[in-house]
């Protein structure tokens, strides 16, 4: 089966120092990939979707210059978290997208999580 | 806005009991909707649901769709502790191009 993965899986880092999150298609090329955040007890909340070759396109409310998307390659996807502050701690999850226009069960393949915590 | 909505928010239930969780949705251009049960990482696949009354069945758990009223249920017979974890419902949205948009979750405690 297809698999993502995510490094680091836990980073712990000071405030105002910028992280950066990669996710990784492993056997598979990914044309998109989407990056999601999750507080805890709450759901997953979409950020951006990242499309290989062009500029991330952002969800409502998803500041553009505090979360840099870049999707270089069709196997890598970064997210990197600039100047992090306690609120942006969270559990950041990507997803990677296997076969564009296929049923999300057979193409839509979730990272295991990047647990962020900024002090 | 595109909306989905699970409840209830949270269920305490003892080992052997049955459960019911719910999903109603209000979403543009619908084209299924998925569920999946997240432990402590990434959520694993459960059912993807896209026709109206055809039940989807895996061991203990089942899930059916109802197009007409907007809502899904996922329910789990003879709970085990091992089905603890957090249930969440989604719906694909087809003028997206495989985005999806996630109800809070249902967190779901079964105790021994």
């Known amino acids: 089966g297809a698999v993502v993965s995510q490094h680091p899986s836990w980073v712990i880092c000071k405030s105002g120092t910028s992280v950066k999150i990669e996710c990784r298609s492993l056997?598979?090329?990914?044309?998109?990939m989407f990056w999601y955040r999750q507080f805890p007890k709450q759901s997953l909340m979409l950020m951006a979707t990242?499309?290989?070759?062009?500029?991330?396109?952002?969800e409502q409310g998803v500041e553009k210059d505090k979360f840099l998307i870049n999707h270089a390659s069709l196997t890598l996807s970064t997210l990197t978290v600039t100047s992090a502050h306690p609120e942006d701690s969270s559990f950041y999850i990507c997803s990677a997208i296997r076969l564009a226009g296929g049923p999300p069960q057979e193409t839509q393949y979730f990272g295991p999580g990047t647990r962020l915590l900024v002090l | 806005e595109d909306k989905v909505v699970q409840s209830p928010l949270s269920l305490v239930v003892h080992e052997g009991d049955t459960v019911t969780l719910n999903c109603s949705y209000e979403?543009?251009?619908?084209?299924?909707l998925l569920w999946y049960k997240q432990e402590k990482k990434a959520p694993t696949f459960l059912f993807m649901l896209t026709s109206s009354g055809i039940e989807k069945k895996s061991g203990r758990l089942s899930s059916i769709l109802d197009k007409k009223e907007l809502f899904s249920i996922l329910n789990i017979t003879a709970t085990q502790t091992g089905d603890s974890a957090v249930y969440l419902c989604?719906?694909?949205?087809?003028?997206?191009?495989?985005?999806?948009?996630f109800g809070a979750g249902t967190i779901l405690r079964v105790k021994s």
């Open positions: 056997d598979f090329q990914a044309t998109t």
């Open positions: 979403v543009t251009n619908f084209r299924s």
């Open positions: 989604a719906v694909d949205l087809e003028e997206y191009g495989n985005k999806l948009v």
């Open positions: 990242s499309n290989e070759g062009s500029k991330a396109t952002y």
